[in-house]
Each structure stands twice: as C-alpha cells, then as structure tokens.
C-alpha cells in the first residue's frame, strides 16, 4: 500500500508525463495541417526526406498515443488504490519500480518471467 506523499508524488509524475505527451500531440497536429504548404519548387530528395520525416512523426505519435492510454489508465487505478498491485499475481508492486515505470502494472518478478518467455519464444 502506498503512502499519501507516494501516491502524491505518483501522481505528478503521471500527470506531467501526461501533459507532455498531449503537447506534442497538439505540434503533431500543427506539423500535419503544415506539411502541405511550400511544396512548389521542390525536388524529388526534398520529398523523399519531408515523406521520411513524416512518417516518423506519425510513428512517434501513434507510440505517444498508446503512452497517453497506459497513463490515464494509470491514473485511474491510483485513484482506485489499486496501482501498487501486480495484475498477474497481486503482490505489491514497489514504489521504487512505480517511479521508474509509473505505468507497470506487473511487479519485477513478473515482468521479469513475462520477459524470459517472449524470448524463449523470439529465439524459438
């Protein structure tokens, strides 16, 4: 169980993680609505490296997107107490592995077990 300064300090951290993921999302907009303008007297590597740096720009915000669901859900167990617990076995998740990774939702031996099967699976 967490402490009030604990759940406190969670909370900021989550909700300044927050605030930045949706200010870049609000650029992404801004960088999207301009990628059509100045295009008369492009070459074809001016277009090649804009459609490069776009694509990448849309990685890096559907990524950021995923990253702004794992943190409301996050918030949202906080607020129901239930974020120091790990989903697979209900033991306590630390508060030194919460601030590391606010939004986990497993302890580190789970995390560690899940880990050792994807690359037991990976290298088959």
Do not use: W
Not at 25 to 54: C, N
Not at 66 to 86: M, T, Y
Not at 94 to 110: E, H, I, S, V
Request: charged share 35%; with cysteine; proline share 2%.
């Amino acid at each position: 169980m967490l402490t009030a300064t604990e759940s406190e300090e969670l909370r900021t951290r989550l909700e300044a993680e927050l605030g930045r993921l949706v200010a870049n999302a609000q650029s992404a907009i801004g960088f999207t609505m301009d990628r059509d303008r100045d295009r008369i007297g492009r070459d074809s590597m001016d277009e090649s490296m804009e459609e490069e740096l776009y694509s990448t720009q849309l990685r890096l915000h559907d990524r950021e997107n995923f990253l702004i669901a794992k943190i409301q859900d996050a918030l949202k167990r906080l607020q129901a107490g239930e974020i120091d617990e790990c989903e697979e076995c209900s033991e306590p998740i630390g508060f030194r592995r919460l601030m590391a990774r606010p939004m986990t939702t497993l302890c580190f031996d789970c995390k560690t077990a899940r880990e050792q099967v994807e690359s037991d699976e990976a290298t088959g």
